[in-house]
């Protein structure tokens, strides 16, 4: 069974910098084929889709967040993790982690995903 | 950026209905068009992959079709478990980018 759960702080402040963990379990970013995205959703509006990371360690990011963006993985521990710097109200959303699998030879992105993390910008 | 424009915005149903709801690319995008339900408080759940391949698990009454930039999403007949909102999302070019959703209300 796979899953997969954010976990981000809550709320921060204007400047400083965003830090969200994906723990997910039924799946191993080891395994060849295997990613995992961070989507965001601001309160009553659409999707944005953030980063992914791949089993071989390879990273993608939407150039709309030009640098602020870092993604990565812990294997051993089936965590993702992504980082925004210098965050403002305009970070403010529920941010969601999802899986990204293939099989053969066919990419399937996004069929589970976490529950998300609501995260607030706030002075 | 590839823009993905969705329509109605709105769309008012009741349950029995069959409906479709679109979805357009700026740019070709192949056949790498996805479409997610969501519902209020919940994470979205995939439907469709790369343009009409049911996702495991969702009823035969959701389909997809479609080429290129132009693409549909019909529900034969409604039920009223589905009355949410419908996200399209290409997988063709970087960055990946999702339409603005269409909201499936009761008439």
């Known amino acids: 069974q796979v899953t997969l759960k954010e976990s981000g702080p809550g709320i921060l402040q204007p400047s400083q910098t965003l830090s969200l963990t994906c723990t997910f379990s039924g799946f191993s970013l080891s395994t060849y084929g295997m990613g995992v995205g961070w989507i965001r959703q601001p309160s009553g509006k659409g999707l944005e889709w953030l980063a992914n990371i791949w089993w071989d360690d390879d990273k993608y990011y939407n150039p709309s967040l030009k640098n602020r963006l870092t993604i990565s993985k812990d294997t051993s521990n089936n965590q993702a993790f992504l980082k925004i710097t210098n965050v403002d109200t305009a970070d403010t959303a529920t941010y969601y982690c999802?899986?990204?699998?293939?099989?053969?030879?066919?990419?399937?992105?996004?069929?589970?995903w976490g529950q998300g993390t609501l995260v607030t910008v706030s002075s | 950026d590839i823009q993905m424009t969705q329509s109605p915005s709105v769309l008012s149903a009741s349950v029995g209905d069959r409906v479709t709801l679109n979805c357009k690319a700026s740019?070709?995008?192949?056949?790498?068009l996805n479409w997610y339900q969501q519902k209020l408080g919940e994470a979205p759940k995939l439907l469709i992959y790369n343009t009409n391949n049911l996702q495991t698990g969702i009823p035969s009454r959701f389909s997809g079709s479609g080429s290129g930039t132009d693409f549909t999403l019909t529900i034969s007949s409604l039920q009223p478990e589905d009355f949410a909102t419908y996200f399209c999302?290409?997988?063709?070019?970087?960055?990946?980018?999702f339409g603005s959703g269409t909201k499936l209300e009761i008439k």
């Open positions: 999802a899986r990204i699998a293939t099989k053969f030879g066919v990419r399937n992105w996004f069929a589970y």
């Open positions: 999302f290409q997988h063709n070019s970087w960055p990946l980018t």
């Open positions: 740019q070709n995008i192949n056949k790498y």
